[in-house]
């Protein structure tokens, strides 16, 4: 059977039916894609383990795969005018398939890292292309529905992908989380090929600003990297001041360019309009918290509480859940409610949730920290609806094309900026506590002195040689230290997630006040 061109002809084919084959081809192929994006955070000390890593350089398969999501993202657009849905969906699929395999395989970090960055960039075409497919074969009235449905698929990744994780993880290894999603998404290529359309042949080719894409992603690309290096190279190191130079040299070139163009990757005189630039500083705050908790609590309770990578997938699960029943809710009181009374509460509950959280220990309850991370998906359901209304508002007709994708560009690269700025400061402090702690550990200290006679007496009990005995004790005073170290370290972590939201109040209060200012000039006029 001859494969169609258009969506019309699909229906003449399949009949009105059709828009749910349309829908469960392009939703398979998003689930897999957004599953095994999240899957890999309760994996992450067990790669550290394999492969003898740091949490500096783990975090990378978390910040690499954003950052790409976020590029991919601006690559769809210009990928589905000259290739089609069908031909841009199946090799988006069929990339990701050697990437699972890579990573699967992946003989040491280098390689991993590589595979996530492509998965995170197929991740960040397919969500737009599922997104374009709805919207295609969907009538106008069924148009609100359908986005709800392709809002589920997504949350359907941070509520189900760490506890899939976890549980292949428990049953086989790490690596299974790469081997699993291969079968979902071969099937998705095949049942693509029959019920995609392709590029319409009469259909103009448009040119893509590979000037901008190429200015934009070494930006990108070298900040992550030299902040994500800092703590091991030396803030003050050539390595790293060179990677900011280039990072600040190629940012201020891609502002330049993209203001100098007609057609930019990214139009940047939508910020002209400050209602919608207070609401982008709200999303990129948005996209760091639930992307950074996402990465710092199942790290925490696998490496602090010594958890199972099932135990921390299900820690993520009510609040996932959650948030996908709260999400339509979200929706239908923005129509009725100020959304920016909605944001500011939202910002709240989340500062709450983190405020929370920053006074983990090796003892908290399960249901105490999984009930922290519900308030955060809480304020998250109000938040994101509130915002992107709010944000749409703001813009003319004209601009609502590029704003659409500027609120969506905006919110990923917080999230990578937020997932990586939260590995370095996790460091860091772990780092200051651990020195700050050591210091304390003299003979004078009673406490010390006391640890290490009760570690010498049960190692002699335990048939140690004398001369080891009192290394012994030693090393466990360190690892006691170390731990305690991690445990404020992520304390202070949670904090500064807290702090950051509540400061987030001051872009949601500018986005009112300009809001309202806009809506009295409107009436007068």
Known sequence: MRPAATTEELFARYGPGYRWLATAT???????????????????????????????????????????????????????????????FIGAL?????????????????????SRIVQGAIAGVLQPLAMYTLFRVFPPNRRGAAMGLFGMSVILGPAIGPTLGGVLIDLFNWRFIFFAPMAVSMLAIIIGSLFLPGREESSARVRFDWPGFVLLSVAIATVLTALS???????????????????????????????????????????????????????????????????????????????TPLAAGLLLMPAGLVMGALM???????????????????????????????????NM?????????????????????????TAMRALTPVQLSQGAGMINFVRQLGGAFGVNLLSVLLDRRTFFHSDALTAMQTAANSTTM??????????????????????????????????????????????????????????????????????TASARG
């Open 26 to 88: 392009v939703m398979l192929g998003t689930i897999s894609a957004v599953l095994t994006t999240t899957s890999v955070n309760v994996a992450i000390p067990d790669i550290m383990g394999a492969f003898g890593i740091g949490q500096d350089r783990a975090q990378w398969l978390s910040t690499g795969t954003l950052a790409a999501m976020t590029v991919g993202m601006l690559l769809n657009a210009w990928l589905m005018d000259n290739f089609g849905q069908r031909n841009v």
């Open 328 to 362: 339509p809710v979200g929706g239908y009181m923005s129509d009725r409610i100020s959304p920016t009374v909605l944001v500011v509460t939202g910002l709240l509950f989340f500062a709450v949730s983190a405020f929370w959280l920053a006074g983990v220990d090796t």
């Open 229 to 307: 290096n800092g703590q091991r190279e030396g803030w003050h190191s050539d390595y790293v001041l060179s990677l900011l130079a280039i990072a600040a040299s190629a940012g201020g070139a891609f502002i330049a360019w993209s203001l100098r163009i007609d057609a930019p990757l990214v139009d940047l005189r939508v910020f002209a309009n400050p209602r919608f630039a207070a609401a982008s500083a709200v999303g990129a705050i948005y996209g760091a918290g639930i992307f950074g908790s996402t990465y710092l609590v199942p790290l925490f309770v696998q490496t602090i509480q010594h958890a």
């Open 450 to 519: 006391e640890l290490l006679r009760t570690m010498e007496a049960l190692l002699a009990r335990a048939g140690v040689p004398e001369d080891l005995q009192g290394p012994g004790a030693l090393h466990f005073l360190g690892k006691v230290i170390h731990a305690q170290a991690y445990t404020m370290g992520f304390r202070d972590s949670f904090l500064a997630v807290a702090i950051v939201y509540v400061l987030a109040i001051i872009p949601a209060w500018i986005m009112a006040r300009t809001g309202t200012r806009t809506e």
């Open 365 to 389: 309850p399960f249901w105490t920290v999984a009930f922290a991370v519900v308030l955060s998906r809480i304020g998250i359901s109000l938040i994101k609806p509130a915002l992107n209304l």
């Open 94 to 114: 069929a990339v990701f398939i050697a990437a699972l395999l890579l990573a699967g395989l992946a003989p040491n970090e280098n390689v991993l890292i590589f």
